[in-house]
């Protein structure tokens, strides 16, 4: 991340050693929390044919997650303020937990969809914690490295989940169940994880002066962004209400239906894009960071989400080519859209506009995975209409072309006088973000 992010001082923070610690450790907490947010896909075919739930409810199981954050996502923000990010890190990821046990319990239907509700409680504020707290131990010359690599480690955690039926394929020979409490358990590791971050944390001597300034949340800040936050905005909530659905619901049981993979082989085939973005998320950082064009890079990483659903719904291709694609544009927007995001908001209301954006984002990942559903209960999608997935993809394919929308609209402004310096590289583009921040 190139900018402070909430709970950051507004100056250096000292080097330490402990640092690459505290960042193992939250590399491993996110690991956990991003494989159990991924988890309900490599089981949707088992929960359709042999636990008997509809279309609508395996992806009522994601939306669920969605929901805490739609109210949560700004006190979230307060609490990290209020509390230190290490504590919430730990409160999180100890929710976290009794959400995955729950989901893994699973019967009757009501509890596993409370669990899952229970987890997003977990997923929204370890988000936030785990971002900020790196903030606080990285000094702003290793910041963007830092945060990228629990980025990558965050996508290694999306790809062990959909690797799982290969790997624990014993566990998915017995059932829907097993494969749940595989992901409790990954979720225990990422608490303990959480533990010794809030210990090193607790231990570490902070000089005098160090201590983060807090600003108070105030509502009326929210309406005094201007046009560059809320297109940037778009795409944040767009990208993910076409991302999350599709990859982490609907994409392994469409696989297996409309491709005619196994279980294990679609599984394989939806991790590639995961594992495209743990070598490339870092990358495309360092990229944006020495060329600039920041905005025209979003325009670039969101233009392949429609390309990747024509590829899936009109042609005949290896469904390895479209999660290659898919695979890049993962690993490029979230690389450039969270640090451009800091060079659009002035320091001091950068915790309520992540708090905002993360809010929408949670409402738009609820009603996406629902609709989603919707429209393949409608058209009778399953294995004997795999044409009835159709609708689903001309839905998300839509919704990514607004996305582009939004992203062009952003990089229009940029490169005009109203700008933040977004497309500017180095010593230029600092230079002018720190004009516009005057």
Known sequence: MSGPVPGAATHDV????????????????????????????????????????????????????????????????????????ARVALWAAAI????????????????????????????????????AGLATWFPRSGIALATALMLSLARVGSYSADMSPTLARPLYDQGWQPPLWLGAAICAAGLVAAIAYRIVDARRAIPVG??????????????????????????HVLYAAVFFPFRQTYAIEYLQHAKGLSNAVAGQVNSGVFATAVFATPLFGLLADRIGNRALLLCA???????????????DWNPWIST??????????????????????????????????????????????????????????????PAGYTTMLWFFGLLSLTALTSAILLWRRER???????????????ARASGSAS
């Open 14 to 85: 000292p080097l330490t050693p402990a640092r690459w610690w505290v960042l193992a450790m939250c590399a491993l907490a996110i690991f956990s929390s991003y494989y159990e947010s991924d988890v309900i896909a490599p089981i949707a075919d088992l929960l359709l044919t042999t636990h008997g739930l509809t279309q609508l409810q395996i992806g009522d199981l994601n939306a669920a997650m969605s929901l805490p954050n739609i109210p949560l996502a700004i006190f979230n923000g307060y609490l990290v303020d209020r509390y230190g990010p």
């Open 96 to 131: 976290g937990f009794v959400g995955a046990v729950m989901t893994a319990i699973g019967t009757p239907y009501s509890l596993m969809w409370a669990g899952r509700f229970v987890f997003g409680i977990s997923e929204g504020a370890i988000f936030i914690a785990l971002i």
């Open 210 to 235: 160090a201590a983060p300034v807090h600003q108070p949340f105030v509502w009326r800040d929210i309406w005094s962004f201007d046009l560059s936050f809320w297109t940037i905005l778009g795409v």
């Open 301 to 315: 990483g969101t233009v392949l989400l429609p390309v990747t659903f024509i590829v899936l719904g009109m042609t």
């Open 324 to 385: 290659m694609l898919m695979g890049v544009s993962w690993a490029l927007v979230p690389a450039v859209i969270w640090p451009s995001t800091t060079l659009i908001v002035e320091p001091r209301r950068l915790g309520t506009a992540l708090g905002v954006i993360i809010m929408l984002q949670s409402l738009g990942l609820w009603s996406s995975n629902r609709f989603a559903g919707w429209l393949a209960d409608h058209a009778h999608a399953g294995p004997s209409n």
């Open 416 to 430: 005009g006088p109203e700008g933040h310096g977004l497309e500017f590289a180095g010593t230029a583009r600092r």
